[in-house]
DNA sequence: TCAATTGTTTGACGCTCATCGAATCGTAGC
DNA sequence: GCTACGATTCGATGAGCGTCAAACAATTGA
């Protein structure tokens, strides 16, 4: 049974805590890759696919304040996380959002 | 004829600039009170609407820093500065953007 | 011309953040 | 159990940001 790390409730979502997790150019890069993707992904896998030539401290950090923002959930199983964007959450909270910040990108 | 502070052009938008000035809050609540105005308006009227608890330097601060994002346009009257909401330049450039971050405080 | 007013710039301070190397934790496989 | 490996945490460092007081600039009105 895959275990889930931990994230706010949509109801305590911060706007300010957002748009500064999304204001990150790699966190951005991040969150673009995950977003064209319809199905969950292995982290490193997408920062693989990112590209951004940071160290995995580095990367494992932006990991963890996208998903304490509330942008992505993240699902262990293993040595492995696999990482998702909370499309529904955010678009409950904050309509149009992200297809206004990623989508053309 | 009034003068027009320095702003970027909407070709050299930066997602990265824009989000960072978004990301503040004292800047967010600038920008709502004046998104939600249909007509450009007296800086000084509109920071004391918008009710921040900071000082002169600071709000001239935050000004600044959201006409360099792009996301006002800063008229030079006498003593007084007129701002507005580049609205057209936004949309063409991130449509949906300001009303997803702006639409909903 | 001069004083009052309004907004900006400068300089400084404290805090936060992005980043990395090293150490740590936890799981997989033997 | 033990080792290898993937991911996180810790500690440190350097850069950037928000903030304000003080100095400065520009306009108004007498």
Do not use: W
């Not at 790390?5 to 748009?19: A, G, N």
């Not at 966190?27 to 995950?34: F, G, I, W």
């Not at 293993?78 to 409950?92: A, L, P, S, T, Y």
Request: aromatic share 4%; glycine share 6%; hydrophobic share 40%.
């Amino acid at each position: 049974m895959p275990r889930t790390l931990p994230e706010p409730s949509v109801d305590s979502f911060d706007l300010t805590v957002i748009l500064s997790a999304l204001a990150d150019p790699g966190r951005r890069a991040l969150m673009t890759a995950l977003y064209q993707r319809p199905d969950p992904i292995d982290c490193s896998v997408l920062a693989e696919e990112a590209d951004l030539g940071l160290s995995n401290p580095t990367i494992s950090h932006h990991y963890r304040v996208l998903r304490e923002a509330g942008l992505t959930r993240t699902l262990v199983v293993g040595r492995q996380r696999i990482v998702r964007v909370r499309r529904d959450d955010m678009e409950k909270r904050f309509p149009g959002l992200l297809q206004a910040v990623l989508g053309g990108e």
